[in-house]
């Protein structure tokens, strides 16, 4: 029983950073329309820009999240060493 409630704790900890970046596409794409250059053709400011190519990311790191979670990608494996791999300490120490 407590691996199901892990389960769902996990997915609902997901959900809120999904959350989390759905919130700050938002704000970007918000931030898009307001520093939109006003001249057809004109490629905008730094500002526009920036904000532009981090509402694309933000989009594409959500859109990861969901495809990799549809995949299977967050289930737990039976085996404990496997599915705690970044709890293992690498060549470096």
Do not use: C, Y
């Amino acid at each position: 029983m407590t691996g199901t409630n892990d389960k769902q704790e996990k997915k609902e900890q997901r959900d809120k950073w999904v959350g989390l970046l759905n919130a700050g596409w938002m704000f970007h794409q918000q931030m898009v329309k307001e520093t939109q250059p006003t001249i057809l053709g004109d490629a905008g400011s730094d500002d526009h820009l920036f904000h532009k190519a981090l509402s694309v990311a933000i989009m594409d790191a959500m859109n990861f999240i969901r495809q990799v979670e549809a995949m299977g990608w967050f289930d737990d494996s039976e085996d404990e060493e496997e599915s705690d791999i970044l709890s293992i300490p690498g060549p470096a120490g």
